[in-house]
């Protein structure tokens, strides 16, 4: 793990793990989780791909300066000098959720630096401006609530709660659910708040109306129980025809930890078409 002064007023917290002769495979991980958020799917992957995470604006020990450098295209720009700093010219993109939306936005602003992408559980924001603003409205009410939770039983609390949207399924059933709120609670709430606040998908530039120009080939997952995003997946097929949908059984919006094997044998599969 290393630090990383950067410009656009981000010191970046990143690390690599894996194998640096095999292809390079960028994570990005969720709302509220940190460069731990894909370990286990990595440590089945560290043979075949060399790894790069990084902790978001907002998140884990990544510093940022000035508000603006939370929002989605100045962390998209920040991310793609930093690419340029490791000397990536070129490679694999993962997103999850919060990440995956970022993944789409980058891959539709900068498509000639990935080869091939995988959002998982992600969108391309919210169609018309009655959405977004409903959602910019309840986005802020949940992060002055993660603001005042500064005391860490108090933070436990609000991940507690936020774990019983229905979007979530059973994942509080999940063996390593306990494990991924202690990587959470390594998070700061008064920053995270500061994430939702100028990244969240109501206030996330839509990507819609861009989707029919995407030009890089993406694998959309997608839980079996996560029927919102199911319906929104689907409809992002039907506008990109480089957009390829697998629903994932027994699963709900965490894929990537319901069912780390079989999200794994999907990123290996879909990668391995172009890096072998």
Known sequence: MSLKNHRFN??????????SEQPLILFLHGFMGNIHEFDDAISLLKHDFYCLNIDLPGHGKTQVL??????MDQTADALINLLDDLKVKQ???VGYSMGGRLALYLTLQFPERFYQVILESASPGLLTEKE???RIKRDEQIARKLARSI???DFRNFLQNWYNQPIFGNIKNH?????????????????LAKSLQFMGVGVQPTL??????NQVAILLLVGENDKK?????????????????????NTAHNIHLENTSVFVEHIKYFFNLLSR
């Open 10 to 19: 981000y010191r970046f917290n990143y690390c690599f793990s894996g194998n």
């Open 66 to 71: 000035g508000d603006d450098s939370y929002t």
């Open 91 to 93: 490679c694999f993109l």
């Open 132 to 134: 977004r603003l409903e």
């Open 151 to 153: 005391q860490r039983e």
């Open 175 to 191: 063996s390593g659910f306990e494990q991924m709120i202690e990587n959470r609670l390594q998070n700061n709430p008064v920053e």
């Open 208 to 213: 819609w109306q861009k989707l029919p120009d």
């Open 229 to 249: 995003f199911i319906a929104i997946n689907k409809k992002m097929t039907q506008i990109s025809n480089l957009c390829n949908l697998k629903i994932i059984k």
